[in-house]
């Protein structure tokens, strides 16, 4: 399919699954208000307006998905929009500061509000997760294993999006590794690659009912493919992993072989209880439980599940056995709190996968659209006039929007913060995609 082909479906150039490809598709998923307000607008004629898209919380922009859609309907439709986008893809927002205007007729914009925002909440807050999971744990590889959480293709389409948004300021921000791969071929193209990323689930070591077995059947089924072995499904995470790693000595020797621990938590990893983990953190971290912990973090380090005992545990006794080469991965509720914990543990992790960068609270992902003008002339609803504001300049080599926002979080995202100006691209971290940082008309 050809770009202009792919503008003309309303499909999204990077996937398609976007939900809006045709106009009756767009009646039937918009709010029925706004429908009406369409059919108001045609009887009494049409104007120029111009939208502010904002969200009430701080996020990193993640706009590229709803900005191609928006180009497609207006080609589709015959119509020209002006999309100022005010903060590139990968820059921090503030609370209440738009992301992007848009201007264009009345008529054709009525009824694109409810996907727009669809396309823009969620994505941006999920960004804001995976960016703050690869910034605590910089020296880790991710992998978006998001798809399985996810309600449809669309929402899949949107999270990997985000990730990849996420994890590429993470990069430019401290050089983090970052998200390298995920878990489906229909997005892997985010993390440039052709294939999602994956070996074994639960599933096949069931099937062989034996852990060396299964990462036999795998080996001998993929045989080019690095080994990446699960290892709680039995219960016996430590004797499994020295037994994987008898058997496959060489991988276990070039750094081929993965153990993956992913043990529940209704239960301790073998050889560990309380007592046990505290010990363990103790020779190897000492100062991740000699300071005040919340419960959350006393359970993240020293509790059931994938805790960092449990890593530092398996660590320790790979590298006991003569294999210090095994590389350790990580699943299970890897989101923003665990991986800050893990990093006070320094806990020896080489790849997590996670799809815990989802929105935890979905009505944080709320997006909000209010228009600011009609035919050029200035106008909001009474509580939205920051809308209207500019702000104020900022000394050289600022980056106002992540000081206003770290501000906004500070007080509990609370209060309105000055919204950018129409067509201005705030400063980026780094140079910004041309596609993006620029007025679209």
């Known amino acids: 399919m050809s770009e202009r082909e792919t503008h003309e479906s309303g499909e999204s150039r990077q996937g398609g699954a976007l939900t809006g490809r045709d106009d009756a598709e767009v009646r039937r998923w918009t709010d029925a208000y706004f429908n009406r307000t369409k059919a108001a607008i045609e009887k009494f004629g049409d104007c120029q307006v ?9 996020v990193v922009s993640a706009p590229r998905l709803a900005i191609e859609w928006l180009e497609a309907t207006a080609m589709r439709r015959g119509a020209a929009f002006q999309i100022d986008l005010n903060y590139a893809e990968g820059r921090w927002v503030g609370a ?25 909440g969620p994505a941006s807050v999920a960004a804001y997760n995976a960016f703050t999971m690869c910034q605590e744990l910089p020296k880790v590889a991710f992998l978006a294993m998001d798809a399985r959480h996810c309600a449809g293709a669309e929402m899949a389409e949107l999270m990997a999006y985000a990730a990849s948004v996420g994890s590429g300021r993470a990069k430019r921000k401290s050089g983090a590794v970052g998200f390298v791969g995920n878990a489906t071929d229909a997005t892997a193209h985010y993390f440039g690659r052709e294939r999602g990323l994956g070996t074994m689930p639960h599933a096949l070591i069931g099937y062989a009912n ?9 080996h001998e089924a993929h045989p080019d493919a690095n080994l990446v072995v699960l290892v709680d499904y039995f219960g016996r995470e430590i004797s ?4 994987v790693a008898e058997r496959f000595p060489e991988l276990a020797a070039e750094g081929q072989l993965s ?14 209880d309380p007592a046990a983990s505290y010990a363990v953190l103790d020779r190897n971290a000492p100062r991740a439980i000699r300071g005040y912990r919340t419960e959350n973090e006393l359970r993240h380090l020293i509790g059931p599940g994938v805790s960092a005992a449990a890593i530092w545990h398996l660590r320790e006794k790979l590298d006991a056995a003569g294999f210090p080469q095994v590389k350790i991965v990580v699943s299970s509720g890897f989101g923003p709190e665990k991986c800050k914990t893990m990093a006070l543990a320094d806990a020896p992790i080489d790849v997590i996968g996670s799809g815990s960068y989802l929105p935890d609270r979905w009505s944080e992902t709320y997006a909000t659209a209010d228009i600011v003008a009609y035919d050029g002339e200035p106008r909001v609803k009474v509580g939205r006039e920051f809308l209207l504001q500019r702000p104020h300049d900022e000394e050289a080599g600022e980056d106002p929007s992540e000081r206003r926002a770290r501000a906004a979080i500070g007080a509990g995202y609370g209060g309105a913060v000055a919204a ?8 980026s971290d780094a140079p910004p995609d041309p596609a993006l940082g620029r007025s679209r008309r």
């Not at 111009?50 to 701080?58: E, G, I, L």
């Not at 852990?211 to 059947?217: D, L, P, Q």
């Not at 153990?259 to 560990?272: A, K, S, V, W």
């Open 420 to 427: 950018g100006s129409p067509g201005r691209t705030a400063g």
């Open 50 to 58: 111009t939208y502010a898209v904002f969200m009430r919380r701080p």
């Open 259 to 272: 153990i993956r621990l992913d043990t529940p938590g209704g239960r301790f990893c073998e050889g560990l």
């Open 240 to 243: 499994d992993s020295l037994a």
């Open 210 to 218: 034996s852990t060396v077995r299964a990462a036999e059947m795998f």
């Open 96 to 120: 209440g500061e738009p992301i992007m205007y848009v201007t264009g007729s009345f008529l054709h914009l009525v009824d694109l509000e409810t996907l727009l925002l669809q396309k823009i």
